[in-house]
């Protein structure tokens, strides 16, 4: 065979290996390779396709921008086209890439903006005479779909903006689900027996996609707007970053993270730090984007097929991994949940080496037709535990073996399964995934209910966390965590323990005190009641003046307040009747225990009651003091610091180190227009 038969055959391997993964990846979500690995496939088949342009075709997946539009929303054609990127991989393929624009610059010298390139989906916003009409998909780049409707529910895309936008213009932007987000909407599914996401960009996408808006609307989904499309009836900056600044100006979103930079060496520096601190994003991203700041460059540059010249994806190392499932083993959640997870062989994925991963329930684990000893993909991105996506169906052997958890847990003496801890008999409700250990005592279930109780979003008690949760179990000091209020009567006991100061005995008791005064709302989350999260506790905090009252309630009381539907009463009420759970609420009681009584609200609330602002940075139009008085004329408050109470972070010019801990703690963050407006609205 001659070296271009060659060529041509393992182009059309390619191709059709590609449209597979294609397949698999984007319509029926389960991936059987890496992003990594799927990358290294069209990177030979792009670079195989240079070679021999004579084997081009219009209907290879190169050409390809994204997935095809779907009819069912109704199609939009694109007046400017939404390009894609081409990609650098590593330091030399940036350089070359620097150098051919330098070429065709004639040697110009050009400055750079660099952005991250967040993994989610690419939006096309038009507005019209102030108004948001139109917000688009890319499909493929020419056409997409029609998701107005769904992307109105966004928070920070604003539905209209000042007088001083163009009477008719269109934005472009990345539409991405943070991780925190992404975690608990994972977890909420994993518990409803739903089918997970394999990723936040598949989470973001699938959101955005539904045809009822009113679930899209239930999705923690955030915007960074990263360009301007088109813009008629008014002269528009001549620089990228300009017209960002100018588009912030809008009041439209823009990333705090975005760099100037004025040569290449700034470029690599921005690369180096944000690969390394990729893991405190509170978003997922595989790498930056770097643009080139002057339109008149971008002009002279222009594109080939679809990728502009001017712009170039330089892609972080790949976070996921293939690896063997060595066992699924079973932990004991805090609400007593049989959690499956994976031991791995270990693996190094992006610089850590991963040993465990998530496997969340049984279902998912027979859907994904995850096996003992398969080769899997491991994924490390943004969650806080690496997850296993999928098996790699074709490296199978045949000596995998399928999952059962009743299996796993069996004891053939007692001819029942058992919990792994503590050995109770394991069960499930109807219509549940889950299986429990039944044994609010167990003793995995109690260590990790004393560390949720003393979480920072509960009674927050400094100095326990995990490690002081196990050692206090370990040491029989408590039994549960209604106990920790009774440490100080064991202040010697604690002093014979290793290690432990009595400088931080008695800090951690002076803790504990504190926390005696938390609001109510905070003591129904911290109790653990199942399917009681935050915003629950609030409601309920919100109906019942204490926490007696609540104990009190029967079953209709719980279903007569709207959102409390009888999955959560029937939680509500078990955790209220469980005799070992009257002793921790008389525990907390004889302590005294008691929360503030909530004030009364009145009918005529104002408007931004119980909201609390942070403002951080220069703001325009407003003095701070004059944007902190109309928050609080509107009921608001403002306060100075960042707490996990704070509602909105108000983000000025230069914001300060505030801007990073709102995103850690997943803030919303509003600009200075867009607090006008909620004053406004609510003038
Ligand atoms: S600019 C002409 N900037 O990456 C330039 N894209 O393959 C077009 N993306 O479709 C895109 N973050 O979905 C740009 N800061 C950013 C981005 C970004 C993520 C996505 C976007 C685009 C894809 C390119």
């Not at 995850?370 to 490296?395: M, Y």
């Not at 225990?593 to 004030?599: D, F, G, S």
Request: hydrophobic share 35%; with cysteine.
């Amino acid at each position: 065979m001659s070296k271009q038969d060659k060529a041509e055959e393992r182009i059309e391997k390619l191709r059709a290996k590609i449209n597979r993964h294609n397949h698999l990846y984007h319509v029926l979500d389960s991936p059987e390779i890496s992003d990594a690995a799927y990358d290294e496939l069209m990177l030979e088949l792009r670079r195989l396709e240079e070679q021999y342009p004579q084997f081009m075709t219009t209907d290879s997946p190169t050409q390809r921008v994204g997935a095809a539009p779907i009819e069912a929303f109704g199609i939009v054609e694109h007046p400017l086209p939404l390009l894609s990127l081409g990609n650098a991989f590593s330091q030399q393929e940036l350089l070359a890439w620097n150098e051919r624009t330098s070429r065709m610059l004639a040697g110009q010298q050009a400055s750079f903006v660099c952005e991250h390139k967040i993994d989610g989906l690419a939006v096309a916003l038009t507005y019209v005479d102030r108004r948001l009409v139109v917000g688009a998909t890319r499909g493929d780049g020419y056409r997409g779909e029609n998701i107005t409707q769904n992307l109105r529910t966004v928070r920070s895309i604003p539905l209209s903006v000042p007088r001083e936008a163009p009477p008719r213009f269109e934005v472009r932007g990345e539409v991405f689900m943070p991780k925190a987000g992404f975690d608990k909407l994972n977890r909420e599914r994993a518990e409803a027996g739903q089918p997970l996401f394999a990723n936040p960009r598949n989470a973001a996408a699938g959101s955005v996609r539904q045809l009822d808006p009113r679930i899209t609307a239930t999705r923690p989904l955030d915007i960074y707007i990263y360009m301007l499309g088109y813009a008629e009836g008014r002269a528009t900056p001549d620089s990228h970053w300009q017209t960002l600044e100018y588009l912030k100006s809008l009041g439209f979103k823009v990333n705090p993270h975005n760099r100037q930079c004025n040569d290449i060496l700034q470029v690599e520096d921005y690369y180096n730090t944000w690969m390394e601190k990729r893991e405190e994003l509170p978003y997922q991203a595989d790498g930056i984007v770097v643009k080139i700041d002057l339109v008149g460059f971008q002009e002279k540059l222009g594109s080939i097929g679809h990728e502009p010249r001017w712009a170039i994806a330089y892609k972080f190392p790949a976070v996921q991994g293939n690896t063997v499932l060595k066992e699924i083993k079973i932990s004991v959640g805090r609400t007593g949940t049989l959690n499956p997870y994976a031991v791995l062989e270990p693996v190094s994925i992006g610089g850590v080496t991963i040993k465990q991963a998530a496997l969340h329930n049984e279902d998912d684990i027979r859907r994904k037709d995850i096996r003992e000893e398969d080769t899997v993909i491991v994924q490390r991105a943004g969650e806080v535990i690496p997850q296993v996506i999928g098996p790699v169906i074709s490296r199978r052997t045949g000596k995998e073996k399928p999952f059962s958890l009743v299996d796993k847990l069996y004891n053939h003496k007692k001819g029942r399964a058992l919990c792994p801890i503590c050995g109770a008999e394991v069960f499930k409700s109807e219509g549940e995934v889950m299986y429990y250990c039944p044994n609010a005592a167990c003793p995995a279930q109690m260590q990790q209910r004393l560390e949720h109780f003393a979480s920072r979003g509960a009674m927050d008690i400094r100095g326990i966390g995990d490690k002081m949760s196990a050692l206090l179990f370990r040491e029989k000091v408590v039994k549960d965590f209604a106990d920790v209020y009774y440490l100080k009567e064991k202040r010697d006991k604690l002093l014979g323990i290793d290690r432990m100061a009595a400088k931080s005995i008695d800090n951690l008791i002076q803790a504990i005190e504190k926390s005696k005064q938390r609001p109510l709302p905070r003591l129904i989350y911290a109790l653990g009641i199942r399917q009681i999260g935050g915003e629950t506790a609030e409601i309920l905090a919100g109906e019942f003046d204490s926490l007696g009252s609540l104990a009190g309630a029967t079953r209709d009381k719980l279903t007569s307040i709207h959102t409390i539907g009888p999955r959560i009463a029937d939680s509500v009420a078990a955790f209220f009747s469980n005799e070992g759970n009257k002793e921790i609420i008389e525990k907390l009681r004889r302590a005294g225990v008691l929360p503030p009584a909530e004030k009364e609200t009145s009918p005529e609330e104002l408007p931004l009651s119980g909201m609390e602002f942070v403002i951080t940075g220069r703001l325009d139009g407003l003095s701070r003091q004059e944007a902190e008085s109309r928050i609080k004329s509107h009921g608001g408050t403002a306060k100075s610091d960042i707490t996990r109470n704070t509602n909105y972070l108000v983000v000025g010019a230069e914001p300060g180190s505030k801007l990073a801990r709102a995103q850690s703690l997943d803030i919303k963050q509003i600009n200075e227009q867009e607090l006008l407006r909620l004053l406004d609205k609510n003038a």
